[in-house]
């Protein structure tokens, strides 16, 4: 088995499995999300000896040079060592806080200095009074990771002032908890690095856009860059809401909006029992009109429905 060397402490780590999960069964404070190498949440560097190139394949050529690879997408072969990278945080400042749905939050966030960000990308929030516990060489304790979260950006850059991530609450996530219950106007947070890949710049001219329950965030800047690009009236396209309950539905007078206003954007709301059949079936056609598929959700509704899908695939993924 081979041995990991991290933050002074050596580990034994799986040769059959990612580096990712070997270094969170020890409760190591990686910071993590999709755990499918698009997010770029656990990045980390190799100080001593080689890890697999596909850990690095979505890369820049900078980041390889010096040694950066993903977690998620590491089985390793040999000895190394590693550490986290250092990580550029930009002071924050709640400025606004709204209940999307019973189980969905929206921050409203006003940097200290202003930065660019693509529709699908998503930026590292982290708790201000947990900073100092867990910077590299720290001592970490359990738990203290979940109060740094990747979270999309719902905003678009260039027109809107504030950054907004939308937050579920789900009870085994401290961070959460913590953005649900005692986040507050005017408290302070800190934001990490933008990271994940630019949709927006990938689609093609017909488009599907599949959203389950609560994951609509990184879709909302893509709809409204689109509706704003006069260049882009040749691109169509459809977007199809899962929800389990109507009452899950949220940001629809922005959407209606943005139907009314381009002709090439068009809705669909699979509701229920019912509308998970009708989502089944669009994405069961055997000869699709798409020839893209968007499709933000967690993991397993990714998996059930990309599985014999017969187009281009863009995943935005949650965990």
């Given at each position: 088995m081979p041995l990991i060397t991290f933050a002074g402490h050596t580990y034994q780590a799986s040769s059959e499995k990612p580096l990712l999960d070997s270094l969170l069964a020890y409760r190591l404070p990686i910071p993590h999300s999709c755990q499918s190498g698009f997010c770029h949440s656990c990045l980390m560097k190799a100080d001593k000896g080689q890890v697999p190139a596909c850990s690095q394949k979505s890369l820049s050529n900078e980041k390889i040079r010096q040694g950066y690879f993903l977690a998620c997408q590491c089985v390793p072969e040999q000895d190394i060592e590693i550490s986290l990278p250092v990580r550029n945080k930009i002071p924050g400042i709640i400025t606004g806080k709204t209940l999307l749905t019973s189980t969905l939050v929206a921050l409203d966030i006003a940097p200290r200095h202003p930065f660019h960000y693509e529709p699908g990308q998503l930026v590292t929030l982290w708790a201000e009074e947990t900073l100092r516990s867990v910077e590299p060489g720290a001592d970490y304790s359990e738990g203290l990771n979940e109060l740094a979260r990747p979270c999309y950006l719902a905003s678009l850059s260039g027109q809107d002032a504030s950054l907004t991530v939308h937050i579920q609450r789900r009870a085994s996530r401290k961070f959460s908890q913590w953005a649900h219950d005692c986040t507050q106007i005017g408290q302070k947070i800190s934001i990490g690095d933008v990271r994940g890949a630019n949709i927006y710049q990938q689609l093609s001219s017909s488009?599907?856009?599949?959203?389950?329950?609560?994951?609509?965030?990184?879709?909302?800047?893509?709809?409204?860059?689109?509706?704003?690009?006069?260049?882009?009236?040749?691109?169509?396209?459809?977007?199809?809401?899962?929800?389990?309950?109507?009452?899950?539905?949220?940001?629809?007078?922005?959407?209606?909006?943005?139907?009314?206003?381009?002709?090439?954007?068009?809705?669909?709301?699979?509701?229920?029992?019912?509308?998970?059949?009708?989502?089944?079936?669009?994405?069961?056609?055997?000869?699709?009109?798409?020839r893209q598929l968007i499709i933000a959700g967690d993991q397993g509704f990714i998996k059930k429905h990309t599985q014999q899908v017969q187009m281009d695939i863009q995943t935005l993924p949650y965990s």
């Open positions: 488009n599907l856009i599949v959203v389950q329950d609560g994951c609509l965030a990184p879709v909302l800047p893509l709809l409204r860059k689109l509706c704003a690009d006069t260049t882009a009236s040749e691109k169509s396209v459809t977007l199809v809401l899962q929800v389990d309950h109507t009452d899950n539905l949220y940001e629809q007078a922005l959407i209606h909006r943005l139907v009314r206003q381009s002709p090439n954007l068009s809705i669909q709301v699979c509701g229920g029992l019912q509308g998970k059949k009708q989502l089944e079936t669009i994405m069961m056609e055997p000869k699709p009109v798409y």
